[in-house]
């Protein structure tokens, strides 16, 4: 995935706010305080590029970050960020030594201990791992029943001096419907959890549950560390809710230029099946870009927007490209005029309007941008910043990653 800094050049562009990332941190950090942020930056952080979010985030006080993949905490190891990091997705051949040799915290729900266990032993040094409880979500995590052979395993090995159980965590299932009982259920079957591993002698240095939604919503949830991935880059998890409505700024405005621009008469057919024909003559716009760039196939009915004015996506979405109805036959764009798919402020579409003409959520739309699209980035620090307390010294060390 390419990157760069911002120009007046681009064909297609995901332009990235750090200014915004940061923003939004020092939200959460208001609303969430005495408890720490981590800041979730797997899947490239959720399209917005891992690096430059990871070091925003930490110079504006996260204190933690967090994937899902060993192999996506050691590009952030590789690239000198040494904050405190966790990964909780794994399988057999997850590359469990690395880990422990980047001090990458490695989360266990179970069958992972043992595997763990015997990294740490090849590499003559202790790994550092969070239990995971299944709370109620049903994906990952120790069954409730198992919990407790779970903490005697790791306690075994941990007198054995081979790992260090450092922090006990779950997920939460529906804290993006606040008013649903089970985030309730949830919350008090991991109060049990960590009492019962406190009570088993482990000294837990954190204790973590609430996701975006749950910090918001629910400060019985917050415990020592909150979980933020969508809420960091400005979304809201919410139906009802806006990003602004929580005090949130989206970070990607994703934009590209018109291809081409022309005039048709009444019924003429658009794209692939011919599905709609314009209603009056009228002015066709061609967007250069389709789902190979990660725009959805299915958002047609979707809108764009064109100098402050949003305009209807008709037909459907090809590959490479889409095409906007004007509305009106002598609309004076010609090619080159930048559009905005999504972005902040009043005037243009979100990434939560494209997923409701997708049927689908906001995590999906920025996430699914393809390295097709090039990142380029507003607000990098030219100076390194001060490192807040437990991040580490990497956040003022690791260059940028944007060109000049």
């Given at each position: 995935m390419s990157s760069t800094a911002t120009s007046g050049k681009f064909d297609r562009q995901a332009l990235i706010s750090l200014d915004a990332i940061r923003d939004n941190v020092r939200q959460f950090r208001k609303v969430t305080e005495p408890a720490r942020v981590m800041a979730v930056v797997k899947a490239d952080a959720y399209g917005h590029g891992a690096l430059p979010v990871a070091r925003a985030a930490l110079e504006a006080g996260a204190s933690w970050l967090g994937v899902a993949h060993i192999s996506e905490a050691l590009v952030l190891r590789d690239a000198g960020i040494d904050a405190p990091l966790l990964a909780w997705l794994h399988t057999p051949d997850s590359d469990f030594a690395a880990a422990i040799r980047?001090?990458?915290?490695?989360?266990?729900?179970?069958?992972?201990?043992?595997?763990?266990?015997?990294?740490?032993?090849?590499?003559?040094?202790?790994?550092?791992?969070?239990?995971?409880?299944?709370?109620?979500?049903?994906?990952?995590?120790?069954?409730?029943?198992?919990?407790?052979?779970?903490?005697?395993?790791?306690?075994?090995?941990?007198?054995?001096?081979?790992?260090?159980?450092?922090?006990?965590?779950?997920?939460?299932?529906?804290?993006?419907?606040?008013?649903?009982?089970?985030?309730?259920?949830?919350?008090?079957?991991?109060?049990?959890?960590?009492?019962?591993?406190?009570?088993?002698?482990?000294h837990l240095e954190v204790r973590h549950l609430a996701n975006t939604p749950g910090a918001l919503t629910r400060p019985d949830a917050h415990f020592d560390l909150v979980r933020i991935g969508l809420g960091l880059y400005g979304l809201s998890p919410f139906e009802n809710q806006r990003a602004e409505d929580l005090k949130l700024t989206p970070a990607m405005t994703l934009r590209t230029r018109v291809a081409n621009c022309k005039k048709v008469p009444v019924d003429q057919g658009v794209s692939y099946g011919l599905h709609y024909r314009t209603q009056e003559p009228t002015t066709l716009v061609l967007v250069p870009m389709g789902y190979a760039d990660g725009v959805p196939r299915i958002a047609s009915g979707a809108q764009v927007a064109i100098r402050g004015r949003r305009y209807d996506v008709v037909g459907r979405i090809a590959m490479d490209q889409f095409?906007?109805?004007?509305?009106?036959?002598?609309?004076?764009?010609?090619?080159?005029?930048?559009?905005?798919?999504?972005?902040?402020?009043?005037?243009?579409?979100?990434?939560?309007?494209?997923?409701?003409?997708?049927?689908?959520?906001?995590?999906?739309?920025?996430?699914?941008?393809?390295?097709?699209?090039?990142?380029?980035?507003?607000?990098?620090?030219?100076?390194?910043?001060?490192?807040?307390?437990?991040?580490?010294?990497?956040?003022?060390?690791?260059?940028?990653?944007?060109?000049?």
């Amino acid at each position: 995935m390419s990157s760069t800094a911002t120009s007046g050049k681009f064909d297609r562009q995901a332009l990235i706010s750090l200014d915004a990332i940061r923003d939004n941190v020092r939200q959460f950090r208001k609303v969430t305080e005495p408890a720490r942020v981590m800041a979730v930056v797997k899947a490239d952080a959720y399209g917005h590029g891992a690096l430059p979010v990871a070091r925003a985030a930490l110079e504006a006080g996260a204190s933690w970050l967090g994937v899902a993949h060993i192999s996506e905490a050691l590009v952030l190891r590789d690239a000198g960020i040494d904050a405190p990091l966790l990964a909780w997705l794994h399988t057999p051949d997850s590359d469990f030594a690395a880990a422990i040799r980047a001090g990458v915290d490695i989360g266990i729900s179970g069958w992972e201990l043992e595997h763990v266990a015997a990294a740490a032993h090849e590499q003559e040094r202790p790994a550092r791992i969070h239990l995971k409880i299944d709370t109620g979500l049903g994906r990952n995590g120790c069954p409730p029943d198992e919990w407790e052979a779970l903490i005697g395993r790791a306690q075994a090995f941990q007198d054995e001096g081979l790992l260090r159980v450092v922090g006990v965590f779950s997920h939460l299932a529906v804290a993006d419907e606040p008013q649903r009982p089970e985030t309730d259920e949830q919350i008090d079957r991991f109060r049990a959890a960590v009492a019962a591993a406190e009570d088993a002698g482990l000294h837990l240095e954190v204790r973590h549950l609430a996701n975006t939604p749950g910090a918001l919503t629910r400060p019985d949830a917050h415990f020592d560390l909150v979980r933020i991935g969508l809420g960091l880059y400005g979304l809201s998890p919410f139906e009802n809710q806006r990003a602004e409505d929580l005090k949130l700024t989206p970070a990607m405005t994703l934009r590209t230029r018109v291809a081409n621009c022309k005039k048709v008469p009444v019924d003429q057919g658009v794209s692939y099946g011919l599905h709609y024909r314009t209603q009056e003559p009228t002015t066709l716009v061609l967007v250069p870009m389709g789902y190979a760039d990660g725009v959805p196939r299915i958002a047609s009915g979707a809108q764009v927007a064109i100098r402050g004015r949003r305009y209807d996506v008709v037909g459907r979405i090809a590959m490479d490209q889409f095409v906007v109805d004007l509305k009106s036959a002598d609309a004076g764009f010609e090619p080159g005029e930048e559009i905005i798919l999504f972005g902040p402020g009043d005037d243009a579409p979100d990434a939560t309007d494209w997923a409701v003409a997708s049927g689908t959520i906001n995590y999906e739309i920025v996430t699914r941008i393809s390295g097709r699209v090039p990142r380029a980035y507003t607000g990098q620090s030219p100076e390194p910043a001060a490192v807040p307390e437990g991040a580490g010294p990497a956040a003022q060390t690791a260059p940028s990653v944007a060109a000049p």
